[in-house]
């Protein structure tokens, strides 16, 4: 049975944010301010799942949460673009999936894998895989972030893949598939070689905006800070501050104060 859907009031507590950050902070905990615009509620079979369209000042996007019966939680991300990419492949596999015989628990398919594509949109991966199992048919979509990350996933099942669209198509319909936000070409990458140790400073942009993330790699060890565009600023400006103390500092203990008029 897949169940019926409605408009609801009713939005699960979030609990990570879209980067997998308690209570929807930024990495350096700066919140940022975002507004839900709609929601929509589906049930299918035991399992409820929340369509939310929220804005923040990046642009648009969609959490879906997955509420099972027993209470866990999961959820996915799409910016605007990729949820109408989504709801073009719900049709295809909801295509093949009609066009499957009945299931026979004694032949499941050596990987559970029916039928499988991807999505890619900057940073993400999204997978989709129509999958078999003892307990039924369902499509999984998994979403990773390039660079490791976590992985999160949600699991429709495959009578209620219809409605799912039906639900993405009527938020498309009414909020567009743009994304918003920025629209120029990110800088360039740029690597940085200090003894025995490598910095790489990437710019990316997800659904929180745009960020740098600053890694630092060693043999057999990797460590990454990611910072959010509206504090680059706040950040170079302490570090420059800390630049000069140490240069002023040093010149004073060897006794070669900067003449006057130069730096």
């Known amino acids: 049975m897949s169940g019926a859907m409605a408009e609801s009031s009713e939005v699960p507590n979030a609990g990570l944010g879209e980067d997998g950050m308690s209570g929807g902070v930024q990495q350096l905990g700066a919140p940022i301010s975002e507004t839900e615009l709609a929601t929509k509620m589906i049930q299918i079979e035991s399992k409820r799942f929340y369509l939310d369209v929220k ?11 997955e509420i099972s019966s027993d209470g866990r939680r999961s959820q996915i991300f799409l910016a605007l673009s990729t949820a109408a990419e989504m709801r073009d492949y719900l049709s295809t596999f909801s295509d093949f999936y009609a066009s499957l015989g009945s299931r026979n628990p004694e032949n499941l398919p050596e990987d559970g894998k029916l039928k499988s594509e991807m999505m890619i949109k900057d940073n993400r991966r999204y997978y989709l895989d129509l999958k078999e199992n003892t307990r039924g048919r369902f499509l999984r979509v998994s979403q990773t972030i390039s660079r490791g990350g976590p992985r999160s996933q949600i699991a429709i099942p495959a009578q209620g893949m219809i409605e799912f669209r039906n639900a993405l198509t009527d938020l498309l319909v009414e909020y567009g598939t743009d994304d918003g936000g920025f629209k120029g070409e990110l800088p360039e990458g740029k690597h940085l070689r ?18 740098m993330r600053i890694s630092e790699v060693k043999t057999n060890f990797r460590t990454a800070i990611t910072v959010p565009e509206k504090s680059w600023v706040r950040f170079r400006d302490i570090f420059v501050n800390y630049c000069e103390k140490m240069k002023d500092g040093l010149e004073k203990v060897s006794g070669q104060e900067t003449p006057p008029g130069t730096k």
């Open 55 to 65: 804005q923040n000042r990046r642009g648009r996007f969609i959490k879906v949460a």
């Open 194 to 211: 200090v003894d025995n140790k490598n910095f790489y400073f990437d710019i990316g942009q997800n659904n929180r905006g745009i960020y």
